[in-house]
Protein backbone atom coordinates (compact mmCIF):
# COMPACT_ATOMS: atom_id res chain seq x y z
CA UNK A 1 0.00 0.00 0.00
CA UNK A 2 1.38 2.98 -1.11
CA UNK A 3 1.54 6.89 0.48
CA UNK A 4 -0.25 8.35 -2.34
CA UNK A 5 -3.11 5.44 -2.16
CA UNK A 6 -3.37 5.71 1.79
CA UNK A 7 -3.56 9.59 1.81
CA UNK A 8 -6.56 9.57 -0.69
CA UNK A 9 -8.42 6.91 0.56
CA UNK A 10 -7.68 8.79 4.10
CA UNK A 11 -9.24 12.24 2.74
CA UNK A 12 -12.25 10.62 0.64
CA UNK A 13 -12.84 9.07 4.39
CA UNK A 14 -12.44 11.60 6.40
CA UNK A 15 -14.23 13.81 3.92
CA UNK A 16 -17.77 11.08 3.75
CA UNK A 17 -17.85 11.02 7.21
CA UNK A 18 -17.66 14.88 7.48
CA UNK A 19 -20.47 15.33 4.94
CA UNK A 20 -22.68 13.06 6.99
CA UNK A 21 -21.52 14.27 10.81
CA UNK A 22 -21.24 18.37 9.88
CA UNK A 23 -24.13 20.55 10.78
CA UNK A 24 -24.77 22.78 7.56
CA UNK A 25 -25.92 21.22 5.01
CA UNK A 26 -24.37 23.46 2.64
CA UNK A 27 -21.01 22.64 4.21
CA UNK A 28 -21.84 18.60 3.95
CA UNK A 29 -22.28 19.12 0.34
CA UNK A 30 -19.03 20.51 -0.07
CA UNK A 31 -17.47 17.71 1.62
CA UNK A 32 -19.46 15.25 -0.61
CA UNK A 33 -17.41 16.90 -2.87
CA UNK A 34 -14.57 16.42 -1.56
CA UNK A 35 -15.36 12.46 -1.32
CA UNK A 36 -16.29 12.78 -5.11
CA UNK A 37 -13.16 13.90 -6.27
CA UNK A 38 -11.39 11.29 -3.94
CA UNK A 39 -12.57 8.42 -5.66
CA UNK A 40 -11.72 9.73 -9.11
CA UNK A 41 -8.62 9.96 -7.70
CA UNK A 42 -8.78 6.43 -7.05
CA UNK A 43 -9.44 5.89 -10.74
CA UNK A 44 -6.56 7.58 -11.97
CA UNK A 45 -4.47 5.49 -9.18
CA UNK A 46 -5.47 2.45 -11.09
CA UNK A 47 -4.51 4.14 -14.11
CA UNK A 48 -8.10 4.45 -15.93
CA UNK A 49 -8.24 8.67 -16.75
CA UNK A 50 -11.25 8.49 -18.47
CA UNK A 51 -13.34 7.53 -15.96
CA UNK A 52 -11.43 9.56 -13.42
CA UNK A 53 -11.97 12.81 -15.16
CA UNK A 54 -15.43 11.74 -16.48
CA UNK A 55 -16.33 11.56 -12.60
CA UNK A 56 -14.92 14.62 -11.57
CA UNK A 57 -17.31 16.07 -14.77
CA UNK A 58 -20.20 14.13 -13.49
CA UNK A 59 -20.33 14.34 -9.85
CA UNK A 60 -18.43 17.49 -9.19
CA UNK A 61 -19.18 19.65 -12.05
CA UNK A 62 -23.13 18.69 -11.92
CA UNK A 63 -24.22 16.12 -9.45
CA UNK A 64 -22.85 18.14 -6.51
CA UNK A 65 -24.51 21.70 -8.21
CA UNK A 66 -27.62 19.39 -8.41
CA UNK A 67 -27.83 19.07 -4.91
CA UNK A 68 -26.86 22.67 -4.11
CA UNK A 69 -29.62 23.70 -6.53
CA UNK A 70 -31.99 21.43 -4.69
CA UNK A 71 -31.03 22.65 -1.39
CA UNK A 72 -31.36 26.15 -1.92
CA UNK A 73 -34.92 26.04 -3.71
CA UNK A 74 -36.18 24.20 -1.24
CA UNK A 75 -35.07 25.40 1.86
CA UNK A 76 -34.59 29.00 3.59
CA UNK A 77 -31.78 30.43 4.65
CA UNK A 78 -32.38 29.40 8.44
CA UNK A 79 -33.28 25.86 8.02
CA UNK A 80 -29.74 24.74 6.55
CA UNK A 81 -28.61 22.96 9.13
CA UNK A 82 -29.80 19.52 10.40
CA UNK A 83 -31.76 18.99 13.30
CA UNK A 84 -30.52 17.34 16.13
CA UNK A 85 -30.24 13.05 15.92
CA UNK A 86 -32.17 10.98 17.89
CA UNK A 87 -30.56 7.51 19.25
CA UNK A 88 -33.47 5.28 17.30
CA UNK A 89 -32.37 6.85 13.85
CA UNK A 90 -28.91 5.95 15.10
CA UNK A 91 -29.59 2.10 15.42
CA UNK A 92 -31.88 1.99 11.88
CA UNK A 93 -29.08 3.97 10.19
CA UNK A 94 -26.44 1.64 11.58
CA UNK A 95 -28.81 -1.61 10.69
CA UNK A 96 -29.32 -0.13 6.77
CA UNK A 97 -25.86 0.40 6.82
CA UNK A 98 -24.70 -3.02 7.60
CA UNK A 99 -27.02 -4.58 5.38
CA UNK A 100 -25.92 -1.88 2.36
CA UNK A 101 -22.57 -3.17 3.14
CA UNK A 102 -23.17 -6.98 3.61
CA UNK A 103 -24.97 -7.16 -0.05
CA UNK A 104 -22.85 -4.87 -1.75
CA UNK A 105 -19.94 -7.17 -0.26
CA UNK A 106 -21.24 -10.47 -1.93
CA UNK A 107 -21.80 -9.22 -4.69
CA UNK A 108 -19.07 -7.80 -5.24
CA UNK A 109 -17.23 -10.94 -4.45
CA UNK A 110 -19.36 -13.26 -5.96
CA UNK A 111 -18.89 -11.62 -9.22
CA UNK A 112 -16.15 -11.84 -11.45
CA UNK A 113 -14.86 -8.31 -10.75
CA UNK A 114 -13.13 -9.43 -7.30
CA UNK A 115 -10.68 -11.63 -9.57
CA UNK A 116 -9.86 -8.69 -12.00
CA UNK A 117 -6.40 -6.61 -11.68
CA UNK A 118 -6.35 -3.12 -12.76
CA UNK A 119 -4.06 -3.37 -15.89
CA UNK A 120 -1.12 -1.17 -16.21
CA UNK A 121 -0.75 -0.44 -19.97
CA UNK A 122 -3.08 2.82 -21.29
CA UNK A 123 -5.93 1.26 -23.58
CA UNK A 124 -7.87 4.55 -23.73
CA UNK A 125 -8.00 5.55 -27.07
CA UNK A 126 -11.70 7.34 -27.88
CA UNK A 127 -12.15 4.41 -30.54
CA UNK A 128 -11.79 1.33 -28.04
CA UNK A 129 -14.08 3.27 -25.72
CA UNK A 130 -16.94 4.13 -28.09
CA UNK A 131 -16.35 0.35 -29.38
CA UNK A 132 -16.73 -1.24 -25.94
CA UNK A 133 -19.76 0.73 -25.37
CA UNK A 134 -21.04 0.01 -28.48
CA UNK A 135 -20.79 -3.29 -28.48
CA UNK A 136 -20.20 -5.06 -25.15
CA UNK A 137 -21.63 -2.49 -23.39
CA UNK A 138 -24.34 -1.82 -25.50
CA UNK A 139 -27.49 -2.72 -23.41
CA UNK A 140 -27.06 -1.02 -20.23
CA UNK A 141 -26.35 1.97 -22.38
CA UNK A 142 -29.38 2.08 -23.98
CA UNK A 143 -30.56 1.08 -20.59
CA UNK A 144 -29.12 4.17 -19.13
CA UNK A 145 -30.62 6.62 -21.87
CA UNK A 146 -33.96 5.53 -21.34
CA UNK A 147 -33.94 5.69 -17.70
CA UNK A 148 -32.40 9.44 -18.44
CA UNK A 149 -35.05 10.54 -21.10
CA UNK A 150 -37.75 9.22 -18.31
CA UNK A 151 -36.38 11.39 -15.76
CA UNK A 152 -36.18 14.28 -18.12
CA UNK A 153 -39.84 13.81 -19.40
CA UNK A 154 -40.96 13.35 -15.67
CA UNK A 155 -38.93 16.71 -14.71
CA UNK A 156 -40.49 18.72 -17.62
CA UNK A 157 -44.14 17.05 -16.80
CA UNK A 158 -43.34 18.59 -12.93
CA UNK A 159 -41.86 21.68 -14.19
CA UNK A 160 -44.97 22.54 -16.31
CA UNK A 161 -47.57 25.09 -15.33
CA UNK A 162 -50.92 23.78 -13.72
CA UNK A 163 -52.73 25.13 -16.00
CA UNK A 164 -51.18 25.11 -19.36
CA UNK A 165 -54.21 24.22 -21.08
CA UNK A 166 -55.77 27.82 -20.84
CA UNK A 167 -54.40 30.18 -23.22
CA UNK A 168 -51.15 32.40 -22.02
CA UNK A 169 -52.14 35.40 -20.37
CA UNK A 170 -48.81 37.15 -20.52
CA UNK A 171 -48.64 39.36 -23.42
CA UNK A 172 -50.47 41.87 -21.00
CA UNK A 173 -47.46 44.88 -21.14
CA UNK A 174 -47.65 44.63 -24.85
CA UNK B 1 13.66 23.27 -36.04
CA UNK B 2 16.87 23.57 -33.55
CA UNK B 3 14.81 25.31 -30.36
CA UNK B 4 12.72 23.08 -30.27
CA UNK B 5 14.39 21.06 -27.54
CA UNK B 6 16.08 24.16 -25.92
CA UNK B 7 13.55 24.16 -23.04
CA UNK B 8 13.41 20.69 -21.73
CA UNK B 9 17.32 20.76 -22.22
CA UNK B 10 17.71 23.99 -20.21
CA UNK B 11 15.17 22.00 -17.70
CA UNK B 12 16.87 18.49 -17.87
CA UNK B 13 20.54 20.32 -17.00
CA UNK B 14 18.59 22.27 -14.27
CA UNK B 15 17.49 19.23 -13.20
CA UNK B 16 20.09 17.89 -12.86
CA UNK B 17 22.01 20.26 -10.92
CA UNK B 18 19.75 19.75 -7.76
CA UNK B 19 20.37 17.35 -5.10
CA UNK B 20 19.49 14.26 -5.74
CA UNK B 21 16.25 14.29 -3.30
CA UNK B 22 14.90 17.37 -4.63
CA UNK B 23 14.60 16.92 -8.69
CA UNK B 24 11.42 16.03 -8.48
CA UNK B 25 10.07 18.89 -7.31
CA UNK B 26 12.45 21.11 -9.17
CA UNK B 27 11.07 19.31 -12.86
CA UNK B 28 7.76 20.45 -11.54
CA UNK B 29 8.68 23.53 -10.39
CA UNK B 30 10.38 24.23 -14.05
CA UNK B 31 7.41 23.31 -15.75
CA UNK B 32 5.07 25.19 -13.93
CA UNK B 33 6.74 28.45 -13.14
CA UNK B 34 7.13 29.72 -16.74
CA UNK B 35 3.19 28.83 -17.22
CA UNK B 36 2.04 30.99 -13.69
CA UNK B 37 4.72 33.76 -14.81
CA UNK B 38 3.44 34.00 -18.74
CA UNK B 39 -0.01 34.17 -17.74
CA UNK B 40 0.59 36.68 -15.46
CA UNK B 41 2.31 38.99 -17.24
CA UNK B 42 -0.08 38.20 -20.24
CA UNK B 43 -3.01 39.10 -17.95
CA UNK B 44 -1.13 42.90 -17.27
CA UNK B 45 -0.80 43.13 -21.25
CA UNK B 46 -4.44 42.19 -21.64
CA UNK B 47 -6.18 44.21 -19.12
CA UNK B 48 -4.03 47.24 -20.41
CA UNK B 49 -5.09 46.80 -23.59
CA UNK B 50 -8.96 45.82 -22.47
CA UNK B 51 -9.20 49.32 -20.96
CA UNK B 52 -7.68 51.07 -24.15
CA UNK B 53 -9.78 49.58 -26.43
CA UNK B 54 -13.14 49.79 -24.61
CA UNK B 55 -12.09 53.71 -24.46
CA UNK B 56 -11.43 53.66 -28.18
CA UNK B 57 -15.05 52.30 -28.92
CA UNK B 58 -16.12 54.06 -26.32
CA UNK B 59 -14.76 57.38 -28.35
CA UNK B 60 -12.32 58.61 -25.00
CA UNK B 61 -8.92 57.80 -24.37
CA UNK B 62 -8.47 55.33 -21.50
CA UNK B 63 -5.67 54.97 -19.43
CA UNK B 64 -3.11 57.69 -20.06
CA UNK B 65 -1.22 59.05 -17.19
CA UNK B 66 1.06 56.33 -15.62
CA UNK B 67 3.57 56.13 -17.69
CA UNK B 68 3.98 56.96 -21.94
CA UNK B 69 0.76 56.49 -23.25
CA UNK B 70 -0.08 55.08 -19.55
CA UNK B 71 1.45 51.55 -20.72
CA UNK B 72 2.52 51.06 -16.75
CA UNK B 73 -0.91 51.35 -15.72
CA UNK B 74 -1.13 47.64 -14.89
CA UNK B 75 1.78 48.08 -12.71
CA UNK B 76 -0.28 50.59 -10.81
CA UNK B 77 -3.23 48.62 -10.21
CA UNK B 78 -1.15 45.89 -9.06
CA UNK B 79 0.47 47.97 -6.24
CA UNK B 80 -2.93 49.32 -5.71
CA UNK B 81 -4.50 45.55 -5.42
CA UNK B 82 -1.93 43.86 -3.58
CA UNK B 83 -2.31 46.56 -1.09
CA UNK B 84 -5.83 46.86 -0.37
CA UNK B 85 -7.56 46.06 2.39
CA UNK B 86 -8.60 42.10 2.84
CA UNK B 87 -12.41 42.78 3.64
CA UNK B 88 -14.52 39.92 4.78
CA UNK B 89 -18.21 40.04 6.01
CA UNK B 90 -18.66 39.54 9.95
CA UNK B 91 -21.03 37.32 9.25
CA UNK B 92 -19.24 35.35 6.04
CA UNK B 93 -18.54 31.67 6.20
CA UNK B 94 -14.41 32.34 6.54
CA UNK B 95 -13.11 29.39 5.30
CA UNK B 96 -15.13 28.85 2.40
CA UNK B 97 -14.70 32.68 1.91
CA UNK B 98 -10.93 32.62 1.67
CA UNK B 99 -11.33 28.78 -0.39
CA UNK B 100 -13.20 30.07 -3.41
CA UNK B 101 -10.61 32.25 -5.29
CA UNK B 102 -8.34 29.62 -4.88
CA UNK B 103 -10.36 26.84 -6.24
CA UNK B 104 -10.83 28.96 -9.25
CA UNK B 105 -7.40 29.98 -9.31
CA UNK B 106 -6.60 26.12 -9.06
CA UNK B 107 -8.83 25.35 -11.82
CA UNK B 108 -7.59 27.67 -14.42
CA UNK B 109 -4.14 26.70 -13.75
CA UNK B 110 -4.94 23.06 -13.97
CA UNK B 111 -7.05 23.81 -17.32
CA UNK B 112 -4.09 25.74 -18.25
CA UNK B 113 -1.05 23.11 -17.27
CA UNK B 114 -2.48 20.83 -20.21
CA UNK B 115 -2.30 22.75 -22.75
CA UNK B 116 0.84 22.34 -25.43
CA UNK B 117 2.69 25.15 -25.87
CA UNK B 118 4.91 23.67 -28.37
CA UNK B 119 6.51 20.59 -30.07
CA UNK B 120 7.18 18.45 -26.38
CA UNK B 121 6.12 21.53 -24.34
CA UNK B 122 3.39 20.87 -22.40
CA UNK B 123 3.14 20.59 -18.31
CA UNK B 124 1.33 17.50 -17.76
CA UNK B 125 0.77 14.80 -20.39
CA UNK B 126 -2.40 13.24 -20.38
CA UNK B 127 -3.98 10.49 -22.46
CA UNK B 128 -7.71 11.90 -21.87
CA UNK B 129 -6.57 15.57 -21.37
CA UNK B 130 -9.53 17.22 -22.97
CA UNK B 131 -11.74 15.46 -20.70
CA UNK B 132 -9.12 16.54 -17.27
CA UNK B 133 -9.81 20.02 -18.84
CA UNK B 134 -13.77 20.14 -18.64
CA UNK B 135 -13.51 18.46 -15.78
CA UNK B 136 -11.42 20.69 -14.06
CA UNK B 137 -13.59 23.90 -15.65
CA UNK B 138 -16.99 21.83 -14.03
CA UNK B 139 -15.10 22.29 -10.59
CA UNK B 140 -15.16 26.18 -11.38
CA UNK B 141 -18.62 26.48 -10.77
CA UNK B 142 -18.52 25.29 -7.40
CA UNK B 143 -15.75 27.56 -6.49
CA UNK B 144 -18.09 30.61 -7.64
CA UNK B 145 -21.27 28.85 -5.85
CA UNK B 146 -18.58 28.95 -2.53
CA UNK B 147 -18.12 32.57 -3.35
CA UNK B 148 -21.52 33.46 -3.76
CA UNK B 149 -22.90 31.49 -0.52
CA UNK B 150 -20.11 32.26 2.02
CA UNK B 151 -20.54 35.95 1.48
CA UNK B 152 -23.92 35.86 3.05
CA UNK B 153 -24.92 38.29 0.82
CA UNK B 154 -28.49 38.07 -0.93
CA UNK B 155 -27.16 39.77 -4.02
CA UNK B 156 -24.03 37.30 -4.19
CA UNK B 157 -25.66 34.37 -3.57
CA UNK B 158 -28.35 35.61 -6.61
CA UNK B 159 -25.48 36.76 -8.50
CA UNK B 160 -23.63 32.98 -8.30
CA UNK B 161 -27.15 31.25 -8.70
CA UNK B 162 -27.64 32.44 -12.43
CA UNK B 163 -23.53 32.26 -12.76
CA UNK B 164 -24.02 28.87 -12.00
CA UNK B 165 -27.30 27.87 -14.07
CA UNK B 166 -25.69 29.90 -17.13
CA UNK B 167 -22.58 27.78 -16.90
CA UNK B 168 -24.12 24.24 -16.47
CA UNK B 169 -26.77 25.00 -19.94
CA UNK B 170 -23.58 26.34 -21.74
CA UNK B 171 -21.04 23.66 -20.51
CA UNK B 172 -23.31 21.48 -22.85
CA UNK B 173 -22.91 23.07 -26.27
CA UNK B 174 -19.05 23.81 -25.02
CA UNK B 175 -18.86 20.01 -24.88
CA UNK B 176 -20.44 19.03 -27.60
CA UNK B 177 -18.52 21.49 -30.25
CA UNK B 178 -15.16 20.25 -28.76
CA UNK B 179 -16.41 16.16 -29.15
CA UNK B 180 -16.50 17.21 -32.93
CA UNK B 181 -12.64 17.68 -33.20
CA UNK B 182 -11.80 14.79 -30.79
CA UNK B 183 -14.02 12.55 -33.44
CA UNK B 184 -11.73 13.33 -36.56
CA UNK B 185 -8.81 12.99 -34.56
CA UNK B 186 -10.18 9.86 -32.70
CA UNK B 187 -8.15 10.98 -29.45
CA UNK B 188 -8.57 13.07 -26.76
CA UNK B 189 -5.09 13.75 -26.17
CA UNK B 190 -4.21 17.88 -26.80
CA UNK B 191 -0.98 17.20 -27.95
CA UNK B 192 -2.55 14.86 -30.47
CA UNK B 193 -5.00 17.24 -31.51
CA UNK B 194 -2.20 19.68 -32.55
CA UNK B 195 -0.44 17.05 -34.20
CA UNK B 196 -3.71 16.62 -36.75
CA UNK B 197 -3.47 19.90 -37.88
CA UNK B 198 0.38 20.75 -38.24
CA UNK B 199 0.95 21.92 -42.07
CA UNK B 200 -0.21 25.67 -42.60
CA UNK B 201 -3.55 27.31 -41.84
CA UNK B 202 -5.50 24.53 -44.27
CA UNK B 203 -5.25 21.80 -42.12
CA UNK B 204 -6.26 24.06 -39.00
CA UNK B 205 -9.88 22.47 -38.22
CA UNK B 206 -11.52 26.28 -38.57
CA UNK B 207 -11.50 25.50 -41.59
CA UNK B 208 -13.74 23.00 -42.39
CA UNK B 209 -17.28 23.14 -42.48
CA UNK B 210 -17.92 21.13 -39.04
CA UNK B 211 -15.01 23.37 -37.35
CA UNK B 212 -15.91 26.52 -38.54
CA UNK B 213 -19.23 26.04 -36.97
CA UNK B 214 -17.83 23.93 -34.04
CA UNK B 215 -15.60 27.12 -33.40
CA UNK B 216 -17.82 29.32 -33.37
CA UNK B 217 -19.89 27.38 -31.20
CA UNK B 218 -17.48 27.17 -28.94
CA UNK B 219 -16.32 30.43 -28.72
CA UNK B 220 -20.01 31.93 -27.88
CA UNK B 221 -20.35 29.16 -24.96
CA UNK B 222 -16.69 30.39 -23.49
CA UNK B 223 -18.18 33.73 -23.44
CA UNK B 224 -20.91 32.06 -21.30
CA UNK B 225 -18.57 29.82 -19.47
CA UNK B 226 -16.58 33.06 -17.96
CA UNK B 227 -19.29 35.06 -17.65
CA UNK B 228 -17.90 37.70 -20.37
CA UNK B 229 -20.18 40.13 -21.96
CA UNK B 230 -22.89 39.55 -23.44
CA UNK B 231 -23.58 37.14 -20.91
CA UNK B 232 -22.38 38.93 -18.43
CA UNK B 233 -25.64 38.77 -16.48
CA UNK B 234 -24.33 36.95 -13.19
CA UNK B 235 -21.55 40.14 -12.89
CA UNK B 236 -24.14 42.85 -13.86
CA UNK B 237 -22.86 45.61 -12.36
CA UNK B 238 -26.27 47.56 -12.10
CA UNK B 239 -27.79 45.15 -11.02
CA UNK B 240 -26.16 42.43 -8.92
CA UNK B 241 -23.56 44.83 -7.86
CA UNK B 242 -21.00 42.09 -9.86
CA UNK B 243 -22.62 38.47 -8.08
CA UNK B 244 -20.41 36.48 -6.69
CA UNK B 245 -17.57 38.84 -6.30
CA UNK B 246 -19.43 41.63 -4.69
CA UNK B 247 -17.54 40.85 -1.11
CA UNK B 248 -14.24 40.27 -2.71
CA UNK B 249 -11.72 42.87 -3.42
CA UNK B 250 -8.95 43.17 -5.28
CA UNK B 251 -8.49 39.51 -7.05
CA UNK B 252 -11.75 40.12 -8.95
CA UNK B 253 -9.86 40.34 -12.36
CA UNK B 254 -7.13 37.81 -12.59
CA UNK B 255 -8.99 34.96 -11.21
CA UNK B 256 -11.80 36.29 -13.78
CA UNK B 257 -9.34 36.99 -16.36
CA UNK B 258 -7.37 32.96 -16.02
CA UNK B 259 -10.22 31.16 -16.94
CA UNK B 260 -10.66 33.11 -20.02
CA UNK B 261 -6.93 32.57 -20.56
CA UNK B 262 -7.02 29.12 -20.25
CA UNK B 263 -11.07 28.95 -22.08
CA UNK B 264 -9.08 30.90 -24.93
CA UNK B 265 -5.89 28.42 -24.98
CA UNK B 266 -8.11 25.16 -25.58
CA UNK B 267 -9.93 27.23 -28.64
CA UNK B 268 -6.76 27.71 -30.19
CA UNK B 269 -5.59 24.34 -29.52
CA UNK B 270 -8.87 22.73 -31.25
CA UNK B 271 -9.35 24.47 -33.81
CA UNK B 272 -7.06 26.80 -34.87
CA UNK B 273 -3.92 24.86 -35.17
CA UNK B 274 -2.12 25.12 -31.38
CA UNK B 275 1.28 26.13 -31.05
CA UNK B 276 1.11 25.33 -35.23
CA UNK B 277 2.60 28.72 -37.57
CA UNK B 278 0.10 29.69 -40.16
CA UNK B 279 2.38 28.70 -42.93
CA UNK B 280 4.92 26.15 -42.87
CA UNK B 281 7.45 29.23 -43.72
CA UNK B 282 6.87 30.88 -40.90
CA UNK B 283 7.61 27.59 -38.65
CA UNK B 284 11.24 29.51 -37.74
CA UNK B 285 9.20 31.13 -34.87
CA UNK B 286 8.54 29.02 -32.15
CA UNK B 287 5.37 27.60 -31.38
CA UNK B 288 4.67 29.34 -28.07
CA UNK B 289 4.49 32.98 -29.46
CA UNK B 290 2.15 31.23 -32.25
CA UNK B 291 0.14 30.15 -29.35
CA UNK B 292 0.07 33.37 -26.92
CA UNK B 293 -0.58 35.48 -30.80
CA UNK B 294 -3.52 33.44 -31.11
CA UNK B 295 -4.95 33.36 -27.59
CA UNK B 296 -4.51 37.48 -27.71
CA UNK B 297 -6.21 37.52 -31.00
CA UNK B 298 -9.22 35.69 -29.36
CA UNK B 299 -9.45 37.99 -26.23
CA UNK B 300 -9.13 41.00 -28.51
CA UNK B 301 -11.95 39.57 -30.43
CA UNK B 302 -14.19 39.31 -26.68
CA UNK B 303 -12.95 42.60 -25.90
CA UNK B 304 -14.36 43.98 -29.23
CA UNK B 305 -17.56 41.81 -28.35
CA UNK B 306 -17.78 43.51 -25.07
CA UNK B 307 -17.90 46.85 -26.70
CA UNK B 308 -20.11 46.64 -29.17
CA UNK B 309 -22.82 43.60 -27.71
CA UNK B 310 -25.25 44.73 -25.17
CA UNK B 311 -26.11 42.49 -22.38
CA UNK B 312 -29.02 39.95 -23.11
CA UNK B 313 -32.01 39.11 -20.46
CA UNK B 314 -31.96 36.08 -18.66
CA UNK B 315 -34.77 34.33 -20.48
CA UNK B 316 -32.88 35.34 -23.52
CA UNK B 317 -30.04 33.79 -22.40
CA UNK B 318 -31.06 30.47 -21.45
CA UNK B 319 -33.51 30.17 -24.61
CA UNK B 320 -30.69 30.86 -26.76
CA UNK B 321 -28.31 28.44 -25.10
CA UNK B 322 -31.18 25.73 -24.58
CA UNK B 323 -33.05 26.23 -28.71
CA UNK B 324 -30.45 27.32 -30.57
CA UNK B 325 -26.79 26.33 -29.30
CA UNK B 326 -28.10 22.80 -28.15
CA UNK B 327 -29.57 22.10 -31.33
CA UNK B 328 -26.67 23.40 -33.60
CA UNK B 329 -24.12 21.73 -31.75
CA UNK B 330 -25.98 18.05 -32.23
CA UNK B 331 -26.36 19.12 -35.88
CA UNK B 332 -22.50 19.79 -35.94
CA UNK B 333 -21.99 16.27 -34.90
CA UNK B 334 -23.96 14.69 -37.47
CA UNK B 335 -22.48 16.49 -40.25
CA UNK B 336 -18.97 15.86 -38.60
CA UNK B 337 -19.87 11.97 -39.01
CA UNK B 338 -20.56 12.42 -42.09
CA UNK B 339 -17.58 14.23 -42.92
CA UNK B 340 -15.74 11.38 -41.55
CA UNK B 341 -18.06 8.78 -43.38
CA UNK B 342 -17.23 10.86 -46.54
CA UNK B 343 -13.44 10.89 -45.90
CA UNK B 344 -13.45 15.04 -46.51
CA UNK B 345 -13.03 15.68 -50.24
CA UNK B 346 -14.93 18.06 -52.04
CA UNK B 347 -18.42 16.20 -51.63
CA UNK B 348 -18.00 16.28 -47.83
CA UNK B 349 -17.41 20.22 -47.93
CA UNK B 350 -20.54 20.40 -50.26
CA UNK B 351 -22.81 17.67 -48.22
CA UNK B 352 -21.38 18.97 -44.54
CA UNK B 353 -21.60 22.68 -45.13
CA UNK B 354 -25.19 22.47 -47.29
CA UNK B 355 -26.16 20.61 -43.62
CA UNK B 356 -24.77 23.06 -41.53
CA UNK B 357 -25.53 26.12 -43.37
CA UNK B 358 -29.53 25.01 -43.99
CA UNK B 359 -30.10 23.91 -40.72
CA UNK B 360 -28.28 27.21 -39.77
CA UNK B 361 -30.90 29.43 -41.70
CA UNK B 362 -33.66 26.86 -40.72
CA UNK B 363 -33.36 27.01 -37.52
CA UNK B 364 -32.87 30.86 -36.71
CA UNK B 365 -35.66 31.24 -39.06
CA UNK B 366 -37.84 29.32 -36.80
CA UNK B 367 -36.98 30.52 -33.86
CA UNK B 368 -37.50 34.12 -35.28
CA UNK B 369 -40.99 33.14 -36.28
CA UNK B 370 -41.79 31.96 -32.72
CA UNK B 371 -44.05 34.39 -31.04
CA UNK B 372 -42.34 34.50 -27.90
CA UNK B 373 -39.45 36.05 -30.04
CA UNK B 374 -41.00 38.52 -31.75
CA UNK B 375 -39.82 41.78 -31.11
CA UNK B 376 -41.10 43.15 -27.59
CA UNK B 377 -42.85 46.44 -27.85
CA UNK B 378 -42.89 47.97 -24.19
CA UNK B 379 -46.12 50.05 -23.95
CA UNK B 380 -44.73 53.06 -22.31
CA UNK B 381 -40.83 53.75 -23.61
CA UNK B 382 -42.40 52.45 -26.96
CA UNK B 383 -45.79 53.90 -27.04
CA UNK B 384 -45.45 57.29 -29.00
CA UNK B 385 -43.78 55.70 -31.55
CA UNK B 386 -46.09 52.98 -32.63
CA UNK B 387 -48.29 55.29 -32.53
CA UNK B 388 -46.79 57.36 -35.20
Known amino acids: MNTIFLLISL ?83 TLITLGLLACLGLSITGSSVSGKVASPEKSESVK ?42 KGSNE | MWFEGLPNAIKASLVLKAPEGLRPLMAAALSTMPI ?40 ADGIKMLTKEDIVPKTADHL ?74 YEIPLILSSVCVLMVTGSLSHTEVVQTQSGGITSWFLFTPWGFLGCILFLISTLAEVNRSPFDIPEAESELIAGHMTEYSGFKYAVFFLAE ?43 WIRGTMPRLRSDQLMEFGWKFMLPMSVINLVSTGIWIALDGGLLGWLVTGACNFGAYLGLSRWLADHPNHRKRVYQYADGPINAA
Open chain 2, 96 to 169: IHFLAPLVLLVTAMLGLSVIPFGQKLVAVEFEAGIVFFFAVGGAAELAVFMAGWASRNKYALLGSLRAIAQMVS
Open chain 2, 261 to 303: FAMCALTATLFLGGYHAPLPVLSIIPGPVWLLSKLTLLVLLFI
Open chain 1, 128 to 169: ALGQALMQEYLLPLEAMALLLTVALIGAALVALPASHHAPAS
Open chain 2, 36 to 75: LSAFGGLFAVVTLLERKMLGRIQNRYGPNRVGPLGIFQPV
Open chain 1, 11 to 93: TTIASAIAAMSLRNLVHCVLCLTLTFIGIALTYLQLSSQFIGFAQVMVYVGAVSILIIFALLMTRSGHELTLREWRPMHWVWG
